[in-house]
């Protein structure tokens, strides 16, 4: 064993810039930090502020450099970029892969909206009217139906260009407990095999009319249970330590975690991080922060995308401080939602790869373009010697 503890940073919908298979998910010429790193310069007369990540080499992602960013000639981390390979490009299906369990099956999309076969069994179990049934951006869902639901207490169905089922209700209209009930219930509608879907998400949100609606924290996400065992799994089965922050929990339906913490923002999930960095423990930490691809990507918010991020790299930098010697740090990203992009919708992305630790010998080590993003869950499972289920290349000779 190399490292005592592995903590993984997810930032969320961070891509690097359009994978190989861009076309087929309508994403040819997206890039998530890239873009986002020319707004700053552009439009704001700034670079980007990302000291911690430039240490790391984050502008290597990019291969003719990222934007008024840094390019140190020897950054204190190893960096690269991982490819999805998955067939889905939604949150699941990056987190999964990442936990050696890439998505090779298809999943179902309802672009023109859910069959009434199926809202059917919907009204009938909460005893509720259905609005909307179409793809729709979260925050204008609730602005163009929020106040109908205010009037007739039914439930806000909607979807998006991913594999999911979203239910939006008010808070004081639908009590959260309503809402998780009739959530757990809509995913048992859609677990297959006639109807095979990501997930089910419950949306609630708070206000008194569409003009200040708002989304809250209370955000749940009902996963697909997974299909095989995961790197979690195999870690838990040999005795170590797996830690859920955010809702890496939520998307493998809590299977191989130990415990969780859920996070009401990307600050608040950054506490958690400290705090079980405090602790002492032997395992994984599987770290989600949100923020970037809900609150701002999918409402393509490029300032309010950078702003968030340049605050996630300040608290990264006391998580690099507070480090131990037998610590691994790994920073990634499970899919791209270019904020400067058409539509609303996630774009198929390669992801950053950086790794740290204080112990590190092989500083600035190039960890070139992975074939899958399993390779970071391999990496995991051979440094506690763990065996795998043959998904991924280990990296860990080119981290230590």
Request: proline share 5%.
């Amino acid at each position: 064993m190399r490292y005592q503890r592995i903590l993984v940073i997810v930032i969320d919908s961070i891509g690097v810039g359009f994978a190989p298979d861009a076309d087929r998910y309508k994403s040819a010429g997206a890039d998530t930090l890239g873009h986002m790193a020319e707004y700053f310069e552009r439009e704001l007369g700034r670079p980007l502020n990302i000291p911690s990540m430039a240490q790391l080499g984050v502008a290597y992602t990019h291969p003719g450099g990222l934007a008024g960013v840094p390019a140190p000639q020897a950054p204190r981390g190893a960096h690269g970029r991982m490819q999805v390979i998955s067939l889905g490009n939604d949150s699941l299906d990056g987190h999964w892969e990442m936990m050696c369990l890439p998505t090779r099956f298809h999943v179902d999309y309802f672009p023109e909206g859910f069959p009434e076969e199926l809202l059917d069994k919907l009204r009938a179990f909460s005893g509720r009217g259905i609005l909307c049934n179409k793809p729709y951006s979260g925050t204008q869902v609730i602005y163009d139906y929020g106040e109908e639901q205010l009037r007739t207490g039914d439930l806000i169905v909607y979807t998006s260009g991913d594999s999911v089922l979203q239910i939006a209700a008010h808070e004081d209209v639908i009590p959260l407990d309503e809402l998780y009930r009739i959530c757990e219930y809509a995913r048992t509608l859609i677990n297959g095999p006639k109807i095979t879907m990501g997930r089910v998400i419950a949306r609630p949100y708070v206000g008194t009319c569409k003009e200040d609606f708002q989304r809250t924290a209370n955000r749940h996400d009902y996963g697909l249970m997974p299909t095989g065992p995961t790197a979690l799994t195999m870690l838990q089965d040999a005795g170590y330590d797996v830690i859920s922050v955010g809702k890496t929990w939520d998307l493998f339906c809590g299977q191989g975690f130990d415990r969780t913490y859920h996070n009401e923002s990307n600050m608040d999930g950054m506490d958690h991080v400290d705090e079980v960095m405090s602790q002492d423990w032997r395992g994984l930490c599987f770290t989600n922060l949100v923020d970037f691809d809900a609150v701002y990507g999918h409402r393509r918010n490029a300032r309010g995308d950078g702003e968030a991020l340049e605050a996630f790299d300040e608290r990264l930098a006391r998580v690099m401080d507070a480090m131990r010697p037998d610590d691994l740090l790994m920073v990634t990203a499970d899919h791209g939602n270019d904020p400067t992009y058409t539509g609303t919708d996630h774009t198929r992305e390669l992801v950053p790869l950086l790794a740290w630790s204080p112990s590190m010998a092989a500083h600035g080590t190039d960890l070139g373009l992975r074939s899958t993003c399993s390779d970071l869950g391999a990496t995991v499972l051979d440094n506690f010697g763990v065996s795998g289920n043959g998904e991924g290349e280990s990296f860990l000779n080119l981290v230590s």
